[in-house]
């Protein structure tokens, strides 16, 4: 029987990459069944099938590729995902913490690495910085729990930028000491670059990433795009000494605005690097470590210990010191600790830097015993980060549900959005705003309804709405959201859209503006005036001339006593939701009252939306606002229904106005929910459905004015 040993390692391509898959699949199962965090299960299965293990796996170019590209993807989610208005209001934190998290761990490994094991300064000092730094190689955990923007990890992910571009500047001045580059001209040139790396990313990358995303709406565009933007940043930030995963995450900061969290977009890079590219990095590292060297005797066990020891107590320190400064709880500061605490490639990367410094002929600045400590020291620093950050993870969530079960119950809150969509060109922007606007927390689908005119050309146009709904069902499904469809045939289309609303217990309409003049010259369109006439929920009336993730500010007009209205907070909550999940700014204009009422809103409700309140002193002023709506602003009208305690005579002239000072920019009207039923019910001479655009009064006292 041929012995099994020459048939490893595998060199096929296929089989290494069906062994990486299998490890991928089985790891969280078998992890799962333990108890033990999955990201454990990817490292020691990377030790088992490595060289140093049962040496299944060499570790070839696709190791060496996609591990890398993983961790720059780890560094680029965290950016992509912060919280960047927490990051502008918490910058003191930040700058503590980051301090903190880097100086502790660097003082005590470099003491104990002198003294307990007897390394020069130089060495002792390399091995503080490296320990100083860490890798967020457990923030796929904060993902699993959906964490990215709880204000311990944003602090932990900004404060780890802090603390790793500050071990990277040092890893560089001891380069430059070795290599007798330490002049101020070194340093100049460091600086300069680092600078000019910053100031032309912010510069170039949102322009780019506008002119792209305005043109080229096709998802695996839109993806590879992106995943280009990575790339050079990573390969930029190398070629100005720093390593790449500052210019990943750096990248990924830039493009945060750009990119929802609820967008399917974002849906589709979390989904990519989770399943390939993270999974490979793990893997990977764990084929680094060589467990053997345990066993081998000498000093490996001694320096292993006091690395782990000095280099996790150092960041516990940090983490729990800071959180006491802060004033957060416990399960803050295990978050913090947890996500601090891991030491991964970068490590390594580090090490061999130090084992090209020469000190004297032949010998060099990193021993094998540093070496093979460090290596080792990564293993334990996984354990311990992932086993923190989950009971951190379970901890914060136990107290959020207590503590929303305690301030909110879903039961009260009826959201059902409903799309009314015809239009190819539109209808995805109108899923994408509703998926914007719900509530993520309640995890309610939402409805998508296409109405056709019961005439010769039913069954074709029937056809069409089916293979609409169809496409918008797979862009849901992309967004992991829920969506339920429906083709109505219907002599009059108002009538159709009220009944299916009725039917589904929808709590609000989105639809598109009338913005086909060749089939009805009027603004509002054929069916629109009847609907909004006829239903007393909140409808939206959206018209899209660029994509929403491109949008830089809401510019929103209320009339005055709108906090009076029934539906006040359901049309304010929704805005709220759509300039968080967008991070551009939210501009209120209206009367004090109403500034007032909403402010206080937006502060207890959604305190991290950039909101602005501008006096109106009178509906009048709507024209003048038309100055300053830029392309990339979204123009709201707050408007009302006749009858109603908000609604005013200059309304009326709403068509008119928008027509004249707001073609060609980003629209949305919005009719705000009424008291009492349907107003199908309660027809009556007294009160008629349908009222026109304009007056006979105002036909005629223009007929006057003409003559």
């Known amino acids: 029987m041929t012995h099994l040993s020459q048939y490893f390692p595998i060199s096929d391509p296929t089989l290494i990459f069906f062994v990486v898959m299998c490890i991928v699949l089985f790891a969280p199962i078998v992890m799962g069944k333990l108890r033990i965090p999955h990201i454990i299960g990817m490292v020691l299965a990377g030790v088992a099938v490595g060289h140093y293990g049962f040496d299944v796996l060499e570790r070839d170019m696709s190791f060496e590729i996609f591990g890398k590209i993983g961790l720059y993807y780890i560094m680029f989610l965290a950016g992509l995902e912060m919280d960047m208005e927490g990051v502008k209001k918490n910058k003191g934190r930040f700058l503590v913490f980051g301090l903190l998290t880097f100086f502790v761990p660097l003082v005590l490994t470099f003491f104990g690495a002198i003294h307990l094991l007897g390394y020069s300064a130089s060495a002792s000092f390399l091995l503080g910085t490296i320990m100083a730094s860490n890798t967020l190689i457990a923030y796929p955990i904060i993902g699993r729990y959906g964490l990215q923007r709880n204000s311990s990890v944003t602090l932990s992910v900004g404060s780890s930028m802090i603390s790793l571009f500050l071990a990277l500047v040092t890893i560089a001045a001891i380069a430059g000491a070795f290599g007798h580059q330490n002049g101020w001209l070194f340093w100049v040139l460091f600086v300069v670059k680092i600078v ?11 322009r780019l990433v506008r002119w792209f995303l305005r043109r080229y709406s096709d998802a695996v565009m839109q993806f590879i795009f992106i995943m280009s933007i990575l790339c050079l940043s990573a390969l930029l930030s190398e070629s100005i000494g720093l390593e790449g995963i500052f210019g990943a995450f750096f990248s990924g900061l830039i493009l945060n605005r750009y990119i929802p969290h609820v967008s399917p977009l974002m849906n589709r890079i979390e989904f990519i690097g989770n399943a390939i590219f993270i999974p490979y990095f793990l893997i990977g590292v764990g084929m680094l470590i060589n467990v053997r060297t345990l066993f081998a005797g000498g000093n490996v066990i001694w320096v292993v210990l006091l690395i782990v020891f000095f280099g996790t107590f150092g960041k516990a320190v940090a983490a729990y010191l800071s959180s006491l400064l802060f004033r957060l709880p416990l399960s803050s500061g295990n978050m913090m600790f947890g996500l601090t605490s891991a030491h991964a490639a970068g490590a390594i990367a580090m090490v061999m830097v130090g084992m090209r410094l020469e000190v004297s002929p032949g010998h060099y600045l990193v021993t094998d015993d540093m070496l093979n400590g460090v290596v080792m020291m990564i293993l334990f620093t996984c354990i311990i980060s992932t086993f923190m950050t989950e009971k951190a993870s379970k901890q914060i969530i136990l107290h959020e549900k207590t503590h929303l079960k305690a301030n909110y119950d879903e039961r009260t809150d009826d959201e059902k959005l409903f799309l009314c969509v015809k239009y190819p060109d539109i209808a995805p922007q109108l899923l994408e705003l509703a998926i914007m606007m719900r509530n993520p927390q309640l995890n309610r689908g939402l409805v998508a309804l296409n109405v056709v005119y019961d005439d010769v050309s039913a069954d074709y146009n029937r056809e069409q709405g089916l293979q609409l709904l169809e496409k918008l069902q797979r862009q849901a499904a992309a967004s992991e959201v829920k969506l339920q469809t429906q083709v109505r045939l219907a002599s009059n289309i108002a009538n159709g859209i009220k009944h299916a609303f009725r039917e589904f217990d929808a709590s609000e309409i989105i639809m598109g503006m009338h913005v086909h003049t060749e089939v009805s010259p009027k603004f509002w369109g054929e069916f629109i005036q009847s609907l909004y006439n006829g239903l007393n929920r909140q409808i939206v009336l959206t018209r899209f001339v660029h994509p929403l993730n491109t949008l830089r500010r809401i510019q929103v007009a209320v009339p005055s006593r709108a906090e009076f209205e029934p539906g006040f907070h359901r049309w304010l ?26 402010s206080e809103y937006i502060q207890n409700r959604h305190p991290s939306v950039r909101a602005e309140y501008t006096y109106m002193a009178h509906w009048n002023e709507l024209p003048r606002l038309a100055e300053n709506i830029a392309e990339d602003h979204m123009f709201v009208v707050i408007t009302a229904r006749k009858g109603t305690v908000s609604y005013k005579t200059a309304l009326e002239r709403l068509p008119n106005e928008l027509t004249q000072h707001f073609s060609g920019r980003n629209l949305m009207i919005l009719f705000p929910d009424q008291y009492g039923d349907s107003k199908d019910n309660s027809m009556t001479f007294a009160e008629a459905q ?10 005629i006292s223009r007929w006057l004015h003409r003559r």
């Open 196 to 206: 000019a790396f910053c100031a032309g990313s912010i510069f170039f990358i949102p």
């Open 573 to 598: 909550e929704r805005l709220a939701r759509m300039a968080g999940n967008l991070e551009c700014r939210i501009q209120f204009h209206g009367r004090r009252e109403s500034l007032a009422l909403i």
């Open 690 to 699: 349908h009222q026109e655009e304009t007056s006979i009064y105002q036909a």
